[in-house]
T-cell receptor
């Protein structure tokens, strides 16, 4: 069974600085999706960024980028120029590319604080 | 605007009572999911459904039940058999490629329902 591990329960960053959130996963599959979701205090889950495993190029969305290391099964999220609105719980998630289950498997989350 | 609506946002229940959480989506998504969120444990899958009138147990289905009579609706009942029901519940949906059960895109989430057992 696939698992997702986020080893940093809490992180803190100064406004305008850069922070990296770690995520590792375990799978025997070769094709899959990886996601980072943000959950602000409102509790609404918001997709931050996604990566298809077959793509070698790391995904980027404005200030958010990932470092996808397929062989190492690592999928870290880098937030550049951190803003106060980035403060939230961040979840790493995995989903199979093929198969009928379409289940999203989540890590335990990293709570990010942004200091002014 | 299309989206997922969960209700109620907050719910209090006495021990021994069944409660039903509503989840409605107007995104024309095929698949719907229920997740439970507890502090320090991330999101855990309770039940999911990929087509009408069919659903599968997730990792923590005991004490819960669902139905999928309409594509738009996937209500979750928390029964008295659920030993620790106090939690935050999230509903999500996913569009599948037409005619297949293959993955496509990301899950869209509702705003959640907070259930507290008194």
């Amino acid at each position: 069974a696939q698992t997702v591990t986020q080893s940093q329960p809490e992180m803190s960053v100064q406004e305008a600085e850069t922070v990296t959130l770690s995520c590792t996963y375990d799978t025997s599959e070769s094709d899959y999706y990886l996601f980072w979701y943000k959950q602000p205090p409102s509790r609404q889950m918001i997709l931050v960024i996604r990566q298809e495993a077959y793509k070698q190029q790391n995904a980027t969305e404005n200030r958010f980028s990932v470092n996808f290391q397929k062989a190492a099964k690592s999928f870290s999220l880098k937030i550049s120029d951190s803003q106060l609105g980035d403060a939230a719980m961040y979840f790493c998630a995995y989903r199979s590319w093929v198969g009928a289950t379409n289940k999203l498997i989540f890590g335990t989350g990293t709570l990010l604080a942004v200091q002014p | 605007d299309g989206g997922i609506t969960q209700s109620p946002k907050y719910l209090f229940r006495k021990e021994g009572q069944n409660v039903t959480l509503s989840c409605e989506q107007n995104l024309n998504h095929d698949a719907m999911y229920w997740y439970r969120q507890d502090p320090g444990q991330g999101l855990r899958l309770i039940y999911y459904s990929q087509i009408v009138n069919d659903f599968q147990k997730g990792d923590i289905a005991e004490g819960y039940s669902v139905s999928r009579e309409k594509k738009e609706s996937f209500p979750l009942t928390v029964t008295s058999a659920q030993k620790n029901p106090t939690a935050f519940y999230l509903c999500a949906s996913l569009r599948l490629r037409q005619g297949t059960l293959q993955n496509t895109g990301e899950l869209f989430f509702g705003e959640g329902s907070r259930l507290t057992v008194l």
